[in-house]
């Protein structure tokens, strides 16, 4: 990926004018069948950009409690769009079109917000990595169609997502109107996210991304990499999905475990028993070389990717199965 990245050809992506930043939203657009893609540096800044451009101030979004734009991008749907969040309660962060029905506003009753947007995750960050049944997302579709909202997918770990339920980036492409998807996280790219969708959500994000300081000059050493993640790292995913699996199962066996959530693709989440938190099993592990995330006083969240391969996971789930 660093040689690729070195051999890239750039120019001032301001002017529309870097070979690798044109060619990186091209191939997104094309590979999910959709109008036009815009180069982000993160993917809170796509999801941002996208919220913007479906709403207007007092506007409202229906997400899921757990949503990556409500829980983690620093109040940023308030922030930067002015709107609020109907929010939606699950076990895992996946709802169904009865779900979103309960959450829309009567237009024609002025004490509420105006429903504009429906936002989905697909995998799932904080639901452990779980999926969505692709026929819901249908029937949600429809839904927005019927009472005229728009439809946004934060797809940061979307090829997880397809890599499980089999779909292909055209049949997502054709179900939403901007679909956000990170190169950072399991594809393995250092930096940078697209905003992928209709070309007048893409026009107006053009200028918000402006607006934000995300128009870069010459991108095209970074765009490189989102190429060759793109056309490398997709495949190998099921292997990160198999490690994860094998992490959840030694984190069953651990006697410090209380319950494990496993969503079936990269990601872990569980609870240990009380008696021992987060903190103090971290710094447990940390000098075994096993690195995790405390998500909650008693909760952690484990990651497989890329640079994690069969042999130390073979490794880690010995010791963690033993602790
Ligand atoms: C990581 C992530 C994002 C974007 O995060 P950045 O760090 O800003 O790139 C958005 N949504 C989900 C679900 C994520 O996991």
Same mark, same amino acid.
């Given at each position: 990926?660093?040689?690729?990245?070195?051999?890239?050809? =750039?120019?001032?992506? =301001? $002017? /529309?004018?870097?070979?690798?930043?044109?060619?990186?939203?091209?191939?997104?657009?094309?590979?999910?069948? +959709?109008?036009?893609?815009?180069?982000?540096?993160?993917?809170?800044?796509?999801?941002?950009?996208?919220?913007?451009?479906?709403?207007?101030?007092?506007?409202?979004? %229906?997400?899921?409690?757990?949503?990556?734009?409500?829980? $983690?991008?620093?109040?940023?749907?308030?922030?930067?769009?002015? *709107?609020?969040?109907?929010?939606?309660?699950?076990?895992?962060?996946?709802?169904?079109?009865?779900?979103?029905?309960?959450?829309?506003?009567?237009?024609?009753?002025?004490?509420?917000?105006? @429903? &504009?947007?429906?936002?989905?995750?697909?995998? =799932?960050?904080?639901?452990?990595?779980?999926?969505?049944?692709?026929?819901? !997302?249908?029937?949600?579709?429809?839904?927005?169609?019927?009472?005229?909202?728009?439809?946004?997918?934060?797809?940061?770990?979307?090829?997880?997502?397809?890599?499980?339920?089999?779909?292909?980036?055209?049949?997502?492409?054709? !179900? $939403?109107?901007?679909?956000? %998807?990170?190169?950072?996280?399991?594809?393995?790219?250092? =930096?940078?996210?697209?905003?992928?969708?209709?070309?007048?959500?893409?026009?107006?994000? +053009?200028?918000? &991304?402006?607006?934000?300081?995300?128009?870069?000059?010459? *991108?095209?050493?970074?765009?490189? *990499?989102? %190429?060759? *993640?793109?056309?490398?790292?997709?495949?190998?995913?099921?292997?990160?999905? &198999?490690?994860?699996?094998?992490?959840?199962?030694?984190?069953?066996?651990?006697?410090?475990?209380?319950?494990?959530?496993? /969503?079936?693709?990269?990601?872990?989440? $569980? @609870?240990?028993?009380?008696?021992?938190?987060?903190?103090?099993?971290?710094?447990?592990?940390?000098?075994?070389?096993? !690195?995790?995330?405390?998500? /909650?006083? &008693?909760?952690?969240?484990?990651?497989?990717?890329?640079?994690?391969?069969?042999?130390?996971?073979?490794?880690?789930?010995? %010791?963690?199965?033993?602790?």
């Amino acid at each position: 990926m660093l040689e690729f990245m070195m051999k890239a050809s =750039v120019g001032d992506m =301001v $002017f /529309g004018e870097d070979p690798a930043v044109n060619e990186l939203e091209t191939m997104a657009a094309d590979m999910f069948g +959709m109008e036009a893609a815009i180069y982000c540096p993160s993917g809170t800044m796509t999801n941002q950009i996208a919220i913007k451009a479906h709403t207007r101030p007092g506007d409202e979004v %229906i997400c899921s409690r757990m949503a990556h734009i409500y829980q $983690f991008e620093g109040g940023g749907v308030a922030f930067n769009s002015g *709107a609020s969040v109907a929010l939606i309660d699950s076990d895992n962060g996946t709802f169904t079109a009865e779900d979103v029905k309960q959450h829309i506003n009567n237009p024609e009753d002025w004490h509420k917000a105006y @429903t &504009r947007l429906v936002e989905v995750e697909n995998t =799932v960050n904080r639901g452990a990595g779980s999926c969505w049944d692709f026929g819901e !997302l249908k029937r949600i579709r429809e839904l927005c169609d019927s009472r005229s909202l728009g439809y946004h997918l934060d797809g940061a770990r979307l090829f997880n997502a397809m890599a499980v339920d089999g779909r292909s980036a055209a049949e997502y492409g054709a !179900l $939403f109107d901007s679909i956000s %998807i990170c190169l950072s996280k399991g594809l393995g790219a250092p =930096v940078g996210s697209l905003l992928i969708g209709k070309r007048e959500i893409i026009r107006q994000g +053009m200028r918000i &991304r402006k607006v934000f300081g995300g128009a870069m000059r010459q *991108a095209g050493y970074i765009a490189a *990499a989102g %190429i060759y *993640a793109l056309k490398n790292n997709v495949s190998r995913l099921p292997d990160d999905h &198999r490690n994860a699996a094998a992490l959840a199962e030694a984190l069953r066996e651990s006697s410090l475990t209380e319950s494990v959530n496993y /969503g079936g693709t990269n990601i872990v989440i $569980f @609870t240990l028993k009380p008696g021992m938190t987060a903190a103090e099993y971290l710094e447990k592990i940390k000098p075994h070389g096993i !690195l995790a995330l405390k998500t /909650g006083e &008693r909760s952690i969240r484990m990651v497989t990717h890329l640079d994690v391969n069969d042999g130390q996971i073979k490794k880690a789930c010995e %010791i963690l199965a033993t602790l």
